[in-house]
């Protein structure tokens, strides 16, 4: 059976102030809504089901995030994932150029978690906090074809 990667969807605090961070780097919104009723409860498991959305793509068209804000139920705050803890992780981007990448993220208080690492000369990467607590790696190709 063929598969592939439709989306990755992250609950949000704030769906504008997460937008404009993952606008920031570089990906584009392909549309906005704001979902309810039976057809939502059913898909997500969650009866009242009522978020605003909005999906967004990578530059290169392969990659996207769909964000949600509840509406209702009102969402849950949890702690921050930590890196090593089970269960979903990260969201992991390729840059250009991780310092510039960098400079966009402070421009929204997200900064990295330790500093940039280098990986075998292959890649410099490193950890942000995102807006609503989403860890997102940030990776520079060293070796650039």
Known sequence: MPIKLENVGIAVRDLEATIAFFTDLGLTVLGRDTVSGEWTDTAVGLDGNHARIAMLQTPDGNGRLELFEY????????????????????????????????????????HPLRGVATYEDVYKLTYVRGPSGILVMLAEELQKS
């Open 71 to 110: 509406i209702h139920p009102d969402a849950i705050e949890t702690e921050p994932t930590l890196p090593n803890e089970i269960g979903m992780h990260r969201v992991a981007f390729s840059v250009d150029d991780i310092d510039e990448a960098l400079e966009i993220a402070a421009k929204h208080g997200c």
